[in-house]
């Protein structure tokens, strides 16, 4: 699944255009990498996200096209 559509679904990110212009602002890494929007990602992977002065970091558990809300934070988990 490419990286901006695993942002969107995992509602990591609210919109795909606005993880479009993280990942090329290079603010998305994959396993300590900058990655681009059509980078693959698979389960296992890390990512960490940068928000300003805010880092979030994930480890990518479930790959969905869609999901409802609720299910959403079962496609990641948090890593210290």
Do not use: H, W
């Amino acid at each position: 699944m490419r990286l901006d559509k695993f942002l969107k679904v995992s509602r990591l990110i609210k919109r795909r255009t606005v993880a479009n212009e993280a990942c090329d602002a290079g603010r998305v890494m994959v396993n300590g990498r900058p990655a681009k929007a059509s980078t693959t990602v698979k389960v296992g992977d890390e990512i960490e996200i940068q928000f300003g002065n805010k880092s979030v970091k994930v480890r990518v558990l479930e790959l969905l096209d869609t999901t409802k809300k609720e299910l959403a934070k079962d496609l990641f988990e948090y890593i210290a």
